[in-house]
Nanobody, 121 residues
């Protein structure tokens, strides 16, 4: 299973961006999708999660501004980011807990490459 993140860029404070994370592979299903971020000089932090049945959870700094969603038919996750702040500047990483295989089931975790979000004042 592989993840491909996209949608980062440069935006002014107060603006919006939408990140996407597409999963690909053979005979797999995604249990939980997560977005993490890592700002310069800081540790990576969990931003938002969404379960297979659509239950979402958010870190306090993004509640009310970010919305996580998923399209199970497309194996894709989204992060709609509104009212962006300078402190949201970070590399955003998607991550997924998955099940794969047919005769033999493998459970694993995979990370996508980061996508840079820069919010200017």
């Amino acid at each position: 299973v592989q993840l491909q993140a996209s949608g980062g860029g440069l935006v002014q404070a107060g603006g919006s961006l939408r990140l996407s994370c597409a999963a690909s592979g053979r005979s797999f299903s995604i249990n939980v999708f997560n977005w993490h971020r890592q700002a310069p000089g800081k540790q990576r932090e969990l931003v938002a999660s969404i379960s297979s049945n659509g239950i979402a959870n958010y870190a306090d700094p993004v509640k009310g501004r970010f919305t996580i969603s998923r399209d199970n038919a497309k194996n894709t996750m989204y992060l709609q980011m509104n009212a962006l702040k300078v402190e949201d500047t970070a590399v955003y990483y998607c991550e997924a807990d998955y099940r794969a295989g047919t005769d033999v089931i493998v459970v694993g975790r995979v990370w996508g490459q980061g996508t840079l979000v820069t919010v200017s004042a």
